[in-house]
Each structure stands twice: as C-alpha cells, then as structure tokens.
C-alpha cells in the first residue's frame, strides 16, 4: 500500500507561482509512475500532469502546458508540480496519484493510490 501526502497549496494572487510536493512511502514497486490531478466542485477530476521515473519525458494536459512543470525526486520519494503564471481558473484541489505502472495514464482509473489533496486558490 502506498501512502500518499501533498503539501504547498495556498492563496496566491493571479501570475503567482506556487510548488506543489508530494510525499510518498510504502513499495516502490507501487509508484513507478506518479500524477497530479487537480478537482473543481461539482466538477469531475482531471489530469494535470504525469511523471514516471524511467526518464522518459512528462506529460502535460494541454490546460497548463507550458506553465506547469511536473518532477520528482526518487531519493526523496517526493513528487513535485511547479506551477507558474498561475490563473484564476487554476483554483482546485490538487490530488497526488500514485501507478505500479511505469506508464500511468491520464485517467483516474489508471491510478491505485490517491493523496487526501492539497487546496489552491488564485484570486485577487
């Protein structure tokens, strides 16, 4: 079982930046690829962004591409988002995903482990 612990979300203002962390413990077997997806209420929750710790480039939704850069750091078991040039309709839950597949998808069913989420806001 895979635990899965995010942090850094805020209230920013609009064309702030803000780094997203998530922590992981449990198999590695079980995190060979890793996600963010982010969560609107009322809305379903979408894919941001994958990482796998191949090397293999990342992979973006088309959204935040560009802005977002997603990253992680297997010595550490931590997952990270960088998020620049935030805006407005950024504002979510951001979840933590984790695959025993070297290659997640973009779907939520891809994924077998899931952190509680971390909120952020971008307002004035």
């Known amino acids: 079982q895979v635990q899965l612990v995010e942090s850094g979300g805020g209230l920013v203002l609009p064309g702030s930046s803000l780094r997203l962390e998530c922590t992981a413990s449990?198999?590695?077997?079980?995190?060979?690829?890793m996600a963010w997806f982010r969560q609107i209420p009322g809305k379903e929750r979408e894919f941001v962004a994958l990482?796998?710790?191949?090397?293999?480039?990342?992979y973006y939704s088309e959204s935040i591409k560009g802005r977002f850069f997603i990253s992680g750091d297997n010595a550490k078991n931590t997952l990270y988002l960088q998020m620049n040039n935030l805006k407005p309709e950024d504002t979510a839950v951001y979840y933590c995903?984790?695959?025993?597949?070297?290659?997640?998808?973009?779907?939520?069913?891809?994924?077998?482990?899931w952190g509680q989420g971390t909120q952020v806001t971008v307002s004035s």
């Open positions: 995903a984790a695959s025993a597949r070297f290659y997640g998808g973009s779907r939520n069913n891809d994924y077998d482990s």
């Open positions: 449990g198999p590695a077997s079980n995190r060979r690829s």
């Open positions: 990482f796998n710790f191949l090397g293999d480039n990342p």
